[in-house]
Structure formats: structure tokens, C-alpha cells
């Protein structure tokens, strides 16, 4: 029993566009504290306490499920709603504008940017457990700085973290920094899968949750 489970499980609705492994997040959301659901309703995800867009596979096939789902519209109400929204692998990649791995497609545009391939001489896809390198404070990576995360992707925001208008909060080393995390007021993202990340992501977890509640300031 995770410390979230002892006080009132908020509500977290998990978007469900019928591609990747969903219940992976949705599992490891309950395990966190959350009484977290799979949903495309519009009504149900307005009244979630936070809103989570896992992503998995290639960039241009989750914008197509997106769009066939109607969940590209509800992610953007969500992300303009206020509440904590977390977005996963290549649910983080969907916030930005797009993607050169499908540049016909077009992203949410949430985040100002573009998805790029993981650059240098490197093995492609970056497929391992990766310590995380804090820039910036977030709610979200508290008590995380340091930890070992995993990660499975060939490509990456393409961001300046040296910006002081960024929101990068998080790299991992991978042939150099790789942005592995970002916040935007309340939109939070990670490049790793917590849920796939054992006591380290089950933390990170735990703190989304904990924002879900109310217990941390977002903005």
C-alpha cells in the first residue's frame, strides 16, 4: 500500500485512444493512490481530478487514433482546464507542435517545440534505465533527482534547457542531455515510464497524484 492510499484517492482519468498499453498506467496510477479509469468522455475527464496521456509506438499513428477517438479535442479542454495533466512517452511527444518521425502529422501544439531523433552516434532506440538530471524545481520530480528510470524511445523534444524561459526540468546523459521531462503551469511530461520504473517511478506517481489532490502547487 502505497502513502496516497491512506488519504482520499482523487480522481484520474486515464485517455483511452485505443493504443499502447493503457492499463499499464492506469495500474500503476491505482498503485500510486489515484482511483484512476480508462476514458474518451469528455464529462468524465472535466470532472477527473488530473488527466494522464500515456503514448506508446510511432508519433503519427497515436495522432491518428487521437483524432479517430475525438480525444485530441478532450486532451486540449484537459490541458486548458487547470488540473494536473501528466503526459507519458509518446504522450509527452504529442503536447508539441510534431514530430519529424511523421511529419505529416501534426501535434497538439500545447507545447511550443519539436520532436526530434535522438541525435549523435548513438543506438537508436534508447532502450535502458537512465538517471535522471534535474535543471529546474518540480513538484512532479521531488525526491527524484538522481533516480534511475526507464526509457524506451528514439525520439525527444527538441528544447533549449539553458533557456530561462524553458520548460525542461529533467534530462537523462544519452550521447549528451536529452530532455527527459518538462513542465508547463500545470502540464507536466516524461520522456521515461514511470509505470515501468519500479519504486522511482512509482514516486514520481505518487507526487502527480499527491498534485491531483491538491496537496502541491502546480503552477
Given at each position: 500500500m502505497s502513502p496516497s492510499s491512506e488519504k482520499t484517492a482523487p480522481k484520474v482519468a486515464v485517455l483511452d485512444y485505443g493504443i499502447g498499453n493503457l492499463r499499464?498506467?492506469?495500474k500503476g496510477l491505482e498503485r500510486a493512490g489515484a482511483n484512476a479509469h480508462l476514458t474518451a468522455d469528455l464529462e468524465e475527464v472535466l470532472e477527473a481530478d488530473g488527466v494522464v496521456l500515456p503514448g506508446v509506438g510511432n508519433f503519427?499513428?497515436?495522432?491518428?487514433?487521437?483524432?479517430?477517438?475525438?480525444?485530441?479535442?478532450?486532451?486540449?479542454?484537459?490541458?486548458?482546464?487547470?488540473?494536473?495533466?501528466?503526459g507519458i512517452?509518446?504522450?509527452?511527444?504529442?503536447?508539441?507542435?510534431?514530430?519529424e518521425e511523421s511529419p505529416e502529422h501534426s501535434g497538439l501544439g500545447i507545447i511550443g517545440g519539436m520532436v526530434r531523433q535522438i541525435p549523435g552516434q548513438v543506438k537508436r532506440p534508447q532502450m535502458q534505465w537512465n538517471a535522471l538530471h534535474q535543471v529546474r524545481p518540480s513538484p512532479l520530480l521531488t525526491g527524484l533527482d538522481g533516480a534511475w528510470l526507464y526509457f524506451v524511445h528514439s525520439?525527444?523534444?527538441?528544447?533549449?534547457?539553458?533557456a530561462s524561459s524553458s520548460v525542461v526540468t529533467a534530462t537523462c546523459d544519452y550521447g549528451g542531455p536529452v530532455v527527459a521531462s518538462v513542465q508547463q503551469?500545470?502540464?507536466?511530461?516524461?520522456?521515461?515510464?514511470?509505470?515501468k520504473?519500479?519504486?522511482?517511478?512509482?514516486?514520481?506517481?505518487?507526487?502527480?497524484?499527491?498534485l491531483c489532490r491538491g496537496g502541491t502547487d502546480g503552477a
Open positions: 499499464s498506467a492506469q503519427g499513428r497515436c495522432v491518428d487514433a487521437l483524432a479517430a477517438h475525438g480525444v485530441d479535442t478532450i486532451a486540449r479542454k484537459a490541458a486548458s482546464s487547470g488540473k494536473p495533466f501528466l512517452c509518446v504522450g509527452m511527444q504529442l503536447l508539441f507542435d510534431g514530430s525520439y525527444a523534444a527538441d528544447l533549449d534547457v539553458t503551469d500545470n502540464i507536466f511530461a516524461t520522456q521515461f515510464h514511470p509505470e520504473s519500479s519504486e522511482a517511478g512509482r514516486k514520481l506517481l505518487t507526487n502527480f497524484v499527491d
